[in-house]
């Protein structure tokens, strides 16, 4: 059983539609994130949460919406996405207030969610 | 320039080979670094954390030369099971995240 658990595992939206991908970490850590993984590009950093507060938004458009309701869960909220949108969404989490990620902390992934924006 | 940059390969190799991989890094307010491992469609890994010194773990070998700004990952007696995109992974000061190559993939072939 995976420590960070993310549903859906696909999905499939229009562009017109308003969708929720959700993020559940069973590790006790206290920071998530979420990243984004598209075709033949590295991941690339979306939003940072510490202590459900957020601490980064790396310049992500505002169709995208994050929510952390507690250390535990983690929301993305998607809202008139376009296809260029499509791609993997990972969560991940890791341990320690304010998670400067260090040789002995690093981040687990959840299995991601497979986006299709048609 | 990225980052963090990678020879996407890939990288064929016979079962049994030897293979390395390098990656360099562009910012020296670099803090840790790490080998993570992606199989196709699953989500990445930890492979292992890269030491200063140099570690080895079983059949895996990290080296970081800050002077150079590169890391290593070498891998003895390749297996099938060993095919796969591995990525580097650096952590910068002031940052709360990983930034990661683009990565470098692995085919080993029977």
């Known amino acids: 059983e995976t420590g960070v658990t993310q549903t859906p595992r696909h999905l499939v939206m229009g562009m017109t539609n308003k969708k929720s991908l959700k993020c559940e970490q069973h590790?006790?850590?206290?920071?998530m994130y979420w990243y984004k993984q598209s075709a033949k590009k590295p991941l690339e950093l979306m939003f940072v949460?510490?202590?459900?507060?957020?601490?980064e938004n790396n310049s992500v458009p505002s169709r995208f919406s994050p929510e952390c309701p507690n250390s535990s869960h983690l929301f993305l909220h998607l809202h008139t996405l376009q296809p260029e949108d499509s791609a993997l969404y990972l969560c991940?989490?890791?341990?320690?207030?304010?998670?400067?990620?260090?040789?002995?902390?690093?981040?687990?992934f959840g299995e991601g969610s497979w986006l299709t924006v048609v | 320039r990225k980052e963090v940059e990678q020879d996407p390969g890939p990288f064929n190799v016979p079962e049994g080979a030897t293979v390395a991989f390098n990656c360099t890094y562009s910012?020296?307010?670099?803090?840790?670094f790490f080998w993570y491992r992606q199989d196709c469609r699953k989500e990445p890994k930890l492979l292992m954390s890269?030491?200063?010194s140099g570690n080895e773990d079983g059949r895996f070998t990290a080296q970081l030369n800050r002077a150079s700004q590169y890391i290593s990952l070498l891998i003895r007696d390749s297996k099938l099971s060993d095919s796969a995109t591995y990525l580097c992974?650096?952590?910068?000061?002031?940052?709360?995240?990983?930034?990661f190559g683009s990565g470098t993939r692995l085919q080993v072939q029977p």
């Open positions: 991940a989490s890791s341990q320690g207030p304010g998670s400067l990620v260090s040789r002995g902390n690093t981040i687990y």
């Open positions: 910012n020296s307010a670099s803090q840790s």
């Open positions: 590790l006790g850590h206290n920071a």
């Open positions: 949460y510490s202590l459900e507060e957020r601490v």
């Open positions: 992974v650096v952590t910068y000061t002031g940052r709360r995240a990983l930034t």
């Open positions: 890269v030491y200063s």
